[in-house]
């Protein structure tokens, strides 16, 4: 059973960053490609960046590229997503997925909450 678990998220002025991390059981993310989505109150759940499984390829939503970084610590089985340059905008709560063969993304953590002040 895949288990995943997101955390980092908080307040931050606008201007800072924050780093969020995904940790998951069951599931080796170097061997599935893994992405960070977003969701805003009244507003339906967006891509923000993901990692590909084998070569670490990347790629981002045009609202984050140059600000968000997605990274992947194998030894950790970790997921990261740091975010510079953070705008209010980008207040939503975070969701870590990764994908399961021929279906796409699968497993959800629960996500963290992530505010930005003006």
């Known amino acids: 059973q895949v288990h995943v678990v997101e955390s980092g998220g908080g307040l931050v002025q606008a201007g800072g960053s924050l780093r969020l991390s995904c940790a998951a059981s069951g599931r080796t993310f170097s061997n599935y490609a893994t992405g960070w989505f977003r969701q805003a109150p009244g507003k339906e759940r967006e891509f923000v960046a993901g990692?590909?499984?084998?070569?670490?390829?990347?790629n981002y939503a045009d609202s984050v590229k140059g600000r968000f970084t997605i990274s992947r610590d194998n030894a950790k089985n970790t997921v990261y997503l740091q975010m510079n340059s953070l705008k209010p905008e980008d207040t939503a709560v975070y969701y870590c997925?990764?994908?399961?063969?021929?279906?796409?993304?699968?497993?959800w953590g629960q996500g963290t909450q992530v505010t930005v002040s003006s």
């Open positions: 990692i590909s499984w084998s070569i670490d390829s990347t």
């Open positions: 997925s990764t994908t399961h063969p021929g279906v796409g993304y699968t497993y």
